[in-house]
T-cell receptor, first 110, second 115 residues
Framework: DAGITQSPRHKVTETGTPVTLRCHQT?????MYWYRQDPGHGLRLIHY???????DKGEVSDGYSVSRSKTEDFLLTLESATSSQTSVYFC?????????FGPGTRLTVL | GENVEQHPSTLSVQEGDSAVIKCTYS??????FPWYKQELGKGPQLIID?????GEKKDQRIAVTLNKTAKHFSLHITETQPEDSAVYFC??????????????FGQGTILTVHP
């Protein structure tokens, strides 16, 4: 998985609780991305980062925030989890235009 | 923004047959088109990509074709094997500049290769 780890790999939480997912890379790539994958929708971009402290919104950013304080880590936070955020979350890293994906985090919000 | 449509949603073939998956995109400015293979429980893996200055690209049993005029691109897998069974995704983006490589994905195709 191209030097990308995601943690946790599985998480079950309750509605209204905060959740933080972590993406860690060892490739020193500038670009990092968070996607969610849902049946029938493919992968949809949540947020992305083009450098330390440089982030921007993607297609489905409502209810999510991100932070990148160092090159290797990109955090995705659900401030108050909802059932609609039950999904599989993938982190990707990019070098120019080519992206490589991590193993994913399966999140269930009850 | 970009919209990518992928067909078919499921594809079943016999081992040794060819498989073709097609995608159309809406933004004529898009110039980079990767294909990903996703096995159960794993993240998507890049298998081949094509840029808008090229009409076709091959890598062993896999090939991708691009028709910029019609705004569609296709994945061709020849001599399919059971290990080709997976979900395949196409994607499109405007590479370079301030697009930051943001990919728009198709909905995916579940390919099943029967021995």
């Amino acid at each position: 998985d191209a030097g990308i780890t995601q943690s946790p790999r599985h998480k079950v939480t309750e509605t209204g609780t905060p959740v933080t997912l972590r993406c860690h890379q060892t490739e020193n790539h500038r670009y990092m991305y968070w996607y969610r994958q849902d049946p029938g929708h493919g992968l949809r971009l949540i947020h992305y980062s083009y450098g330390v402290k440089d982030t921007d919104k993607g297609e489905v950013s409502d209810g999510y925030s991100v932070s990148r304080s160092k090159t290797e880590d990109f955090l995705l936070t659900l401030e108050s989890a909802t059932s609609s955020q039950t999904s599989v979350y993938f982190c990707a890293i990019g070098y120019t235009d080519t992206q490589y994906f991590g193993p994913g985090t399966r999140l269930t919000v009850l | 923004g970009e919209n990518v449509e992928q067909h078919p949603s499921t594809l079943s073939v016999q081992e040794g047959d060819s498989a073709v998956i097609k995608c159309t995109y809406s933004d004529s400015a898009s110039n980079y088109f990767p294909w990903y293979k996703q096995e159960l429980g794993k993240g998507p893996q890049l298998i081949i990509d094509i840029r808008s200055n090229v009409g076709e690209k091959k890598d062993q049993r896999i090939a991708v074709t691009l028709n910029k005029t019609a705004k569609h691109f296709s994945l061709h897998i020849t001599e399919t094997q059971p290990e080709d069974s997976a979900v395949y995704f196409c994607a499109a983006t405007l590479a370079g500049g301030t697009s930051y490589g943001k990919l728009t994905f198709g909905q995916g195709t579940i390919l099943t290769v029967h021995p």
